[in-house]
T-cell receptor, first 114, second 111 residues
Framework: ETGVTQTPRHLVMGMTNKKSLKCEQH?????MYWYKQSAKKPLELMFV???????ENNSVPSRFSPECPNSSHLFLHLHTLQPEDSALYLC?????????????FGEGSWLTVV | GEDVEQSLFLSVREGDSSVINCTYT??????LYWYKQEPGAGLQLLTY?????DMKQDQRLTVLLNKKDKHLSLRIADTQTGDSAIYFC???????????FGGGTRVLVKP
C-alpha cells in the first residue's frame, strides 16, 4: 500500500466510449503525475500537476484529458481512444515537483481499447 | 540511444545474489532509483541513491553508483522467489521532478 489509489484497476472500452481513470493520494502530497506503460516502450511521463496546476504535458494527444480538482485527486478523461492506447496507466505523487522529493506510484489502471 | 538502458532479462537461482545493471546518459542526474514491479501491479519504490554517493545498503539490497561511467547497479543478496519481478532503473534530472525510466529487467528466480 503506497498511499496512491487508482480506480478502476481494469477497464475495457470501445473506441467511441468516454471513460475516466481516477487517482487519489493520501500522502499529503502536492504533485501528481500520469505515466503510461505500454508493452514495448519504457515508462512515459504524460502529465504533471503541481498544486493543481498543470506544469507538464509531454505531447500527449488531446484524446487524453487530465483534470486535477485538488491536490489529492487526479483524473484522466478518455475519449475516442485507439487500440494502441491500450496500456497500464500509472498515477504517482510526490511532495511537490522540487527535485529530491520521492515519487510514489499507484497500482495502475489496465486499459484495453477494443 | 535511450537515456537509461537496462538488460532485458536475468535468471538466478534461489539463494544466489542477483545483480541488475543500468546505464544512464545524463551526468546532471541528481537521484537514481530502483523500482520493482510484480505481475499485474504498479511500481514499488525499492531504494534510491543520491548522485554524490557511491554505495547504499538497505537490508538485502546494495546499490552501487559509478558516476564516472554513469553506471548503476542493484545487488539483491540471498535472492528469493518473491524477488521475481521487473526491476526498473530511473534517473531524475537536476531540474524538475521528472523521472526517466529504463526499459526494465525481468528477473526470474528459479528454485
Amino acid at each position: 500500500e503506497t498511499g496512491v489509489t487508482q480506480t478502476p484497476r481494469h477497464l475495457v472500452m470501445g473506441m467511441t466510449n468516454k471513460k475516466s481513470l481516477k487517482c487519489e493520494q493520501h500522502l499529503g502530497h502536492n504533485a501528481m503525475y500520469w505515466y503510461k506503460q505500454s508493452a514495448k516502450k519504457p515508462l512515459e511521463l504524460m502529465f504533471v500537476y503541481n498544486f493543481k496546476e498543470q506544469t507538464e504535458n509531454n505531447s500527449v494527444p488531446s484524446r487524453f484529458s487530465p483534470e486535477c480538482p485538488n491536490s489529492s485527486h487526479l483524473f484522466l478523461h478518455l475519449h475516442t481512444l485507439q487500440p494502441e492506447d491500450s496500456a497500464l496507466y500509472l498515477c504517482a505523487s510526490s511532495l511537490d515537483t522540487n527535485s529530491g522529493n520521492t515519487i510514489y506510484f499507484g497500482e495502475g489502471s489496465w486499459l484495453t481499447v477494443v | 540511444g535511450e537515456d537509461v538502458e537496462q538488460s532485458l532479462f536475468l535468471s538466478v537461482r534461489e539463494g544466489d545474489s542477483s545483480v541488475i545493471n543500468c546505464t544512464y546518459t545524463d551526468s546532471s542526474s541528481t537521484y537514481l532509483y530502483w523500482y520493482k514491479q510484480e505481475p499485474g501491479a504498479g511500481l514499488q519504490l525499492l531504494t534510491y541513491i543520491f548522485s554524490n554517493m557511491d554505495m547504499k545498503q538497505d537490508q538485502r539490497l546494495t546499490v552501487l553508483l559509478n558516476k564516472k561511467d554513469k553506471h548503476l547497479s542493484l545487488r539483491i543478496a540471498d535472492t528469493q522467489t518473491g524477488d521475481s519481478a521487473i526491476y526498473f532503473c530511473a534517473e531524475r534530472k537536476a531540474a524538475g521532478n521528472k523521472l526517466t525510466f529504463g526499459g526494465g529487467t525481468r528477473v526470474l528466480v528459479k528454485p
